[in-house]
């Protein structure tokens, strides 16, 4: 059974407008485990947000189901990177760039959590996970 909701009616809206033979419809996502050590780090300092830790699993719960039901054909991938931050001030750019998840009323805690992970390792480290889905007509 596809998950309903707004993600499968898109997904069936943007079927209905492809045309022609080579017409694919495709979605990149964060997939399972993306960002899993990020939110462990933040997980020590506050709690994280449900949604935003759900926000991985969406890909395979929600798209790729609806993927199935509606498309003749599906093709999946998927992309690991690492992402390396050099420095402490590196790190708290991303942070600062992950709001509103990544708490600025909390950005002091963040910054001497991640200054001493960053001393001690050389620098810091987010494995990022994506699911990559096409389909077609």
Same mark, same amino acid.
């Given at each position: =059974? ?8 898109? *997904? ?10 080579? @017409? ?18 933040? @997980?020590? #300092? /506050?709690? $994280? ?8 699993? !969406? ?11 509606? !498309? ?10 690492? $992402? ?7 790190? =708290? &750019? /991303? /942070? %600062? ?7 600025? %009323?909390? &950005? ?6 991640? &200054? ?7 620098? /810091?480290? *987010?494995?990022?996970?994506? #699911? ?6």
């Amino acid at each position: =059974m596809c998950p309903s909701g707004p993600s499968t009616s898109l *997904i069936e809206t943007a079927t209905r407008l492809l045309q022609g033979p080579e @017409a694919r419809f495709v979605v990149v996502a964060p997939d399972v485990g993306n960002n899993a050590g990020w939110f462990e780090d933040l @997980a020590a #300092l /506050y709690a $994280v947000p449900a949604d935003v830790l759900a926000v991985p699993r !969406f890909c395979r719960e929600v798209a790729l189901p609806a993927f199935l039901d509606t !498309f003749r054909t599906v093709t999946c991938a998927t992309f690991s990177s690492t $992402v390396l931050f050099p420095t402490v001030d590196a790190v =708290m &750019r /991303y /942070y %600062d760039a992950c709001a509103p998840y990544c708490r600025p %009323d909390r &950005r002091a805690e963040a910054l001497a959590h991640f &200054r001493t992970r960053v001393e001690r390792d050389g620098e /810091y480290r *987010i494995a990022k996970r994506s #699911l990559g889905l096409v389909g077609r007509a």
